[in-house]
């Protein structure tokens, strides 16, 4: 079996023990300040590591906690990651981090679904700062003012609405950064978190290019992008390439195929972002040999990512309805992926609302 193949099972039955599990809540009450980011280190670079410094410095004596998307190992665009999420918490805890825990499976959701797993996750930390990336444009200023007075942001089909006062902000789409801030506030206010004064925006950095970053692990080659990120990331990145545990772009395409070619329609509609239409297309189509020919028969979604996210969850074959009882219930086990020492751990545990936290 292949170590993406070892990696998918494994995390389902991750997913499965966490959906079974009770979550344990308490009303603690600790000193210590929590600064709490979630990026997904996909790798860990300097704009990543610019947010950690600044928080870092505004609040020195706080516990940074970086949360990291975790089961099935796939991006909210539903491609798989550059390293498995243990290997990007050692880069994050080498860097700066204190403690880093597993976020939820970006890869089966919906954006609104894991946006909300995330602030789920931010109350159950007892989360006292959030920094966040953003990208300056005009009207982004006004946006990130009105969060911090803790009003209710949306975003609606291309326009941005303060729910708090029903004043629409700003007409159009947000990219990427600043679209997950506001989502961010949506989901916050959903879930009843104060969040006034809690951000820390962060304004990015220029000159860290994806592309280029992934190009260069992909070559072996990285005089490119040696000052686009941290020299631990490089030396990581280093060691996995040369023992073989990059799993980017590395599908587990026995199961995607099965998936496609066996389940009924009754099985494939229940799947999460699924519909009847879908369902029905790849039965029409199939069978399929490989996954190319199976990418054709995917109907083109509400985002350009939307065919990647279908494999993953033709990956990871879990009802909608399960996924739904696990949002209702996250976090209900909280994994400690990574530590600095025994000192941070005791002062995580004592500050974390969720009584059950296990170390990965």
């Known amino acids: 079996m292949s170590q993406i193949s070892n990696i998918l099972k494994r995390d389902k039955g991750l997913f499965y023990n966490d959906l079974n599990a009770e979550c344990e809540i308490s009303d603690k009450s600790c000193d210590t300040l929590l600064v709490s980011d979630f990026t997904e280190y996909n790798p860990l670079h300097n704009g990543h590591f610019h947010c950690m410094k600044t928080a870092k410095g505004m609040f020195p ?3 940074f906690v970086a949360i990291v998307p975790g089961l099935f190992e796939r991006s909210g665009r539903g491609i798989p990651y550059i390293l498995p999420r243990e290997v990007r918490a050692e880069i994050a805890i080498s860097v700066g981090a204190d403690i880093v825990v597993e976020g939820p499976p970006m890869g089966i959701m919906g954006s609104g679904q894991y946006s909300l797993c995330l602030c789920k996750m931010f109350q159950a930390l007892n989360t006292d700062y959030i920094p966040r990336g953003y990208k300056p444009v005009e009207g982004m200023d006004e946006i990130l003012k009105r969060i911090n007075m803790g009003h209710h942001i949306a975003s609606k089909p291309y326009k941005i609405v303060d729910k708090t006062t029903n004043e629409i902000l700003l007409r159009g789409k947000l990219e990427e950064d600043n679209y997950v ?3 961010f506030s949506n989901s916050l206010s959903k879930i009843g978190f104060d969040y006034k004064d ?4 962060v304004e990015r950095i220029e000159g860290v290019s994806g592309t280029l970053i992934r ?11 040696l000052d686009m990120m941290p020299q631990k990331t490089i030396d990581v990145l280093k060691r996995e390439i040369k023992s073989d ?6 599908r587990d395409e026995e199961t995607i195929l099965n998936t496609a070619n066996n389940y009924s329609f009754e099985e494939l ?3 999460n972002l699924f519909n009847d239409k879908l369902a029905q297309n790849i039965i029409d189509n199939r069978p399929f040999e ?3 020919s199976l990418e054709e028969s995917i109907l083109q979604g509400f985002s350009s990512h939307f065919k990647q996210r279908i494999l993953s969850i033709m990956e990871n074959p879990i009802p909608k309805k399960e996924i739904s009882q696990y949002i209702d219930k996250y976090p209900s086990n909280i994994r400690v992926l990574g530590y600095k020492d025994k000192k941070s751990l005791k002062k995580f ?10 170390l990965y």
């Open 61 to 63: 004596d706080s516990l």
């Open 181 to 183: 801030i506001t989502s």
């Open 198 to 201: 809690k951000f820390v925006f």
């Open 215 to 225: 190009e260069s692990i992909l070559e072996d080659n990285f005089d490119n992008v």
């Open 245 to 250: 545990g990059i799993i980017y772009g590395i």
């Open 269 to 271: 509609s229940a799947l």
């Open 290 to 292: 490989d996954i190319s």
């Open 349 to 358: 545990k004592e500050k974390v609302r969720n009584e059950k936290i296990s």
